[in-house]
């Protein structure tokens, strides 16, 4: 059996939990053979083994040696400063804008702790704080502007269901029901604004979602999160598998549906 399945004991009320509680529950119970996919520079390599030509990698520059290890020639517009280690904690750097060495490095070091001492997520346990340099994606709707689209596929058992597209920046979000074909349903969510984003075509929401198969294998559930280049490949982003901290997304009818596939 695969240490990353069946990894914790179920309470007699699993069977009728919904998907964001069985999140929640999953809380403390990440074993180390978490860590790996969770460390954003081993899952790079992992994702190189598994998917091969079906998913790029965006561009490590470099990785740092420290979170002190920063110089002006770091601070370039199409570059990012990422963290191993926890969600969030990406330095976009743009152009025209006066960055100060002093200003980043305070921020690395309120980033250079364990993600997991202050969210609780034990998969982030298994993580040891680190930092490196990415080029950013030319995005097929934002460009180069370090906003890429993200596209984040929920799968359970190595089955995509459900895809959410979201443009970070601008608070923007749209949440499909996702099919082999790269057919899309939309899911309504109460209270959210309607957005228009541009909807790729099918051939490759269908490669997305072959490539969502090929990743989500090792786990009962894990959110996979793609970008989508202006030259038509898809980018890895990261395996995710407390996302939204547990909090529900969609209606109880749907959650329940999606709960009871996970077993």
């Not at 490759?204 to 959110?223: C, D, G, K, N, T």
Request: proline share 6%; glycine share 6%; with cysteine.
């Amino acid at each position: 059996m695969e240490p990353t399945k069946n990894f914790f004991i179920r309470p007699s009320r699993w069977g009728t939990m919904k998907l964001f509680q069985k999140i929640k529950y999953s809380f403390p119970h990440f074993p180390e053979a978490f860590g790996k996919y969770v460390d954003k520079l081993q899952a790079k390599e992992i994702v190189r083994e598994m998917a091969g030509d079906l998913v790029r990698i965006p561009k490590t520059v470099r990785i740092m040696k420290s979170h002190t290890d920063l110089s002006d020639s770091d601070i370039n517009p199409n570059w990012m400063i990422k963290t191993t280690h926890g969600s969030s904690q990406n330095i976009v750097f743009h152009p025209g804008v006066d960055y100060t060495i002093n200003w980043i490095l305070s921020m690395l070091e309120r980033y250079n702790k364990s993600f997991y001492l202050t969210h609780g997520e034990a998969q982030y346990k298994w993580v040891q704080p680190r930092f490196f340099i990415e080029e950013k994606i030319e995005d097929y709707f934002n460009g180069k502007d370090g906003n890429a689209i993200t596209f984040m596929i929920y799968c359970l058992n190595g089955k995509p269901y459900t895809v959410i597209f979201m443009d970070k920046k601008q608070d923007r979000y749209r949440h499909f029901l996702f099919s082999e074909d790269g057919a899309l349903e939309q899911i309504p969510i109460q209270n959210q604004v309607f957005y228009a984003f541009e909807i790729p075509p099918k051939p490759i929401m269908a490669r997305m979602y072959a490539a969502a198969v090929r990743l989500s294998q090792p786990f009962e559930f894990v959110r996979v999160d793609f970008y989508l280049g202006k030259d038509g490949e898809l980018y890895f982003s990261e395996f995710t598998f407390t996302p939204n901290s547990g909090e529900q997304i969609y209606s109880d009818a749907l959650e329940l549906t999606l709960g009871a596939l996970w077993v």
